[in-house]
């Protein structure tokens, strides 16, 4: 039935919103040019990202972060 689509979309995208919200305040953005600090769509972001190990040195972290914001039940 359409409203129940319309109820389901409405509950994915304030869960959607709530995750973002909470991620935004844990690390301030959820862009990953802030997060990571290069511009990883450029070959020479991504050599540098590359360079400086920040895969595992920043986005675990993050991975992490969301997982628990997640797993935690509040979003």
Not at 14 to 24: I, Q, Y
Not at 39 to 53: C, H
Request: glycine share 10%; proline share 0%.
């Amino acid at each position: 039935d359409e409203d129940d689509v319309a109820g389901s979309k409405r509950e994915c995208y304030a869960a959607v919103r709530a995750f973002l919200d909470s991620f935004t305040a844990l690390h301030g953005t959820i862009g990953c040019r802030e997060l990571v600090g290069v511009d990883l769509g450029s070959e020479e972001g991504l050599a540098r990202a590359r360079e400086l190990n920040l895969f595992q040195v920043k986005c675990e972290r993050y991975v992490s972060d969301a997982c628990d914001l997640l797993e935690d039940g509040s979003v």
